[in-house]
């Protein structure tokens, strides 16, 4: 049973280690040759050399400079972390209401220690299956070289900087009040509201590049509902990508109770620690020293319709995914001006594995974006990442003409309602027969 506090939040629950994994912890804060530190990680994960083939290979990999120094300082710091974390046990809520956690970088680097070990708990059903680095060491060695490059590298002048976990619900008197004038409904479902709203179109900046690569943006993560999706299994896509070059976004994986229809979650102030190349089974780890600090995550779920890509077209999938966008491009009504007036980084959100059409994602965040403007001169930007595709210019001519021919949320919303599937999304809205 998870505990609650005075307050009726629920509390993180902390793994209470046997008497022998406390004496393998404490044995690996001396150092230990790598034959010895290895044999006591695998008592304590519970596999064998063969069974943790991820590891071994990355471990290989590793030059030696880097080699003696996770086996002589990185790996003692990381089983040292993980007693006094668990020794202290500070109290920490689950995000599973509107609110926000604060964690020390040193705290994040605390708790994926632990899961490097595989002792992590679940917390309940309503957060992920898979919650240690077990798999990862087991099966996926270009993830396990992102990990261990990681915990090598993390600068310990930054163990008191502050990475948060904001988690955002639907809030009527701030997403309808603060951005629809005279709204005539309360709430976001309601065609009405979307089909009178006056706000002008804006213009998306395309770029061929990948998300990641903005600066000083808001990164678009293309999440699932419980956020991180396969990361620590074999998923290996847009989300997976970011989390596990940016591995302190793990612990939204943690403390992030499954995403509602209308909830986000913001990660704030995460490092991207390494490169990669390849997407998908063609991954694989790139070196590079971390930059990009401070970067915020909005994690943003889309719909899942691989088994029926017809049913996106519906009015109600549309409106969903409409609103869901909003309220990720619309942050928090507590976000500072200067983060608000960030740039939204993204791109095909929803069109990869889940099956969205690119078209159709690519006008709903257009209306979303436009829309998440407290008042009409506001300047924001959207920038769109096309990454590799060839059809880049023609995206930008079309959406161009979309925006000028329709020119406000509320007409192009009203045209978007009567989309039919016999058309692409951009020639119906240009009426190209």
Request: with cysteine; glycine share 4%; charged share 25%.
């Amino acid at each position: 049973m998870i505990q609650m506090d005075i307050n009726h939040k629920k509390l993180y629950k902390y793994p209470t280690l046997s008497a022998k994994q406390r004496f393998l912890l404490t044995k690996l804060i001396s150092q230990q040759d790598q034959q010895s530190a290895l044999s006591i990680i695998k008592d304590l994960i519970g596999q064998n050399e063969k069974q943790l083939r991820g590891l071994y290979t990355a471990i290989s990999w590793l030059d030696k400079n880097y080699r003696d120094i996770f086996f002589q300082n990185t790996l003692p710091k990381m089983a040292q972390y993980s007693l006094d974390i668990l020794e202290l046990s500070p109290k920490k809520h689950l995000l599973v209401s509107e609110g926000h956690i604060e964690f020390t970088r040193k705290e994040i680097y605390q708790f994926l220690s632990l899961a490097f070990f595989g002792l992590l708990e679940k917390q309940d059903d309503q957060f992920p299956n898979t919650y240690n680095l077990t798999y990862i060491l087991q099966m996926e060695a270009e993830k396990s070289k992102c990990y261990l490059y990681y915990f090598i590298i993390a600068n310990p002048d930054l163990e008191n900087e502050i990475v948060q976990l904001e988690r955002i619900t639907f809030n009527m008197n701030y997403h309808i009040h603060q951005f629809f004038p005279n709204p005539q409904a309360n709430f976001l479902e309601d065609v009405k509201l979307w089909s009178n709203c006056e706000k002008s179109l804006q213009i998306i900046d395309f770029v061929d590049q990948k998300i990641e690569e903005q600066q000083n943006s808001i990164l678009v993560d293309f999440a699932n509902k419980y956020i991180g999706g396969g990361v620590l299994k074999s998923g290996c896509v847009q989300e997976e990508i970011l989390f596990t070059i940016m591995p302190e976004n793990i612990i939204a994986v943690l403390f992030c109770k499954v995403l509602d229809y209308n909830e986000v979650v913001i990660v704030k102030n995460t490092i991207r620690y390494c490169d990669y190349d390849g997407y998908g089974n063609t991954f694989h780890f790139v070196y590079r020293q971390p930059k990009n600090l401070n970067q915020n995550i909005l994690a943003m779920d889309a719909q899942n319709y691989k088994n029926n890509p017809v049913k996106q077209y519906q009015q109600n999938e549309i409106i969903r995914e409409l609103n869901k966008a909003f309220i990720g491009f619309s942050l928090s009504q507590f976000s500072k001006e200067e983060e608000f007036l960030q740039p939204i980084s993204t791109g095909k959100w929803g069109c990869g594995v889940f099956q969205g059409n690119t078209q159709l994602k690519t006008i709903i965040q257009l209306i979303a974006f436009s829309a998440s403007r407290k008042y009409e001169n506001q300047q924001r930007r959207m920038i769109f990442s096309t990454f590799k595709d060839k059809q880049l210019q023609f995206i930008k001519r079309d959406v161009d003409n979309i925006i000028g021919k329709y020119k406000t949320v509320g007409k192009l919303f009203q045209q978007l309602m009567k989309i039919n599937t016999k058309q692409g999304v951009f020639d119906f809205l240009l009426d190209k027969k």
